[in-house]
């Protein structure tokens, strides 16, 4: 590996840490605007910390093992990131507030992020994949606390987006 390979690497991972401050900080303000109690301006910093760092991650991942380290699409990580970081805040936020719609909220959320996640991607939707974002929303939106509902809920569609498989 080149010393070029590993500065984009490293330029590929301050641009989704970069995103991620930005979109958590933006979240929290936004929150907190909107007169949402702390508990709930934590709850979306949470969630668009783990959603952000999560998307970016698995976008920043595909692309080396795609495309190589010299041929990164750094808009590609920074839209992941920042959508990532929505969702993950949405999910995070939602949840406090209404605990018992927080299944229904994260499976729309997934849903919505397979579908936008794939258009820009350029891959095909599915119904399997669709089925698998509503699935992984549901899972998230019972079992897991606001941060691990946001890590999942991120993980589900930004992964089905890249999948060949679905």
Excluded: H
């Excluded at 641009?15 to 949402?36: E, N, S, Y």
Aim: glycine share 18%.
């Amino acid at each position: 590996m080149d010393w070029s390979s590993v500065w984009n690497i490293l330029a590929g991972v301050g641009v989704v840490l970069l995103a991620t401050a930005l979109t958590v900080a933006t979240a929290g303000l936004g929150a907190a605007a909107l007169g949402a109690s702390a508990t709930v301006v934590g709850g979306a910093m949470t969630g668009a910390l783990a959603g952000g760092i999560i998307a970016g991650g698995i976008n920043l991942g595909y692309q080396l093992a795609n495309n190589g380290a010299n041929n990164l699409n750094y808009g590609n990580i920074i839209g992941s990131t920042v959508f990532g970081g929505i969702a993950g805040a949405l999910s995070g936020s939602i949840g406090l507030l209404s605990p018992q719609n927080a299944i229904g909220a994260n499976s729309a959320i997934s849903i919505m992020g397979y579908l936008l996640q794939s258009s820009v991607n350029g891959n095909n939707i599915s119904l399997d994949g669709l089925l698998f974002a509503g699935l992984g929303g549901v899972l998230s939106g019972y079992y897991f606390n606001r941060a691990f509902r946001s890590i999942l809920t991120s993980i589900v569609f930004e992964a089905l987006s890249y999948s060949t498989i679905v």
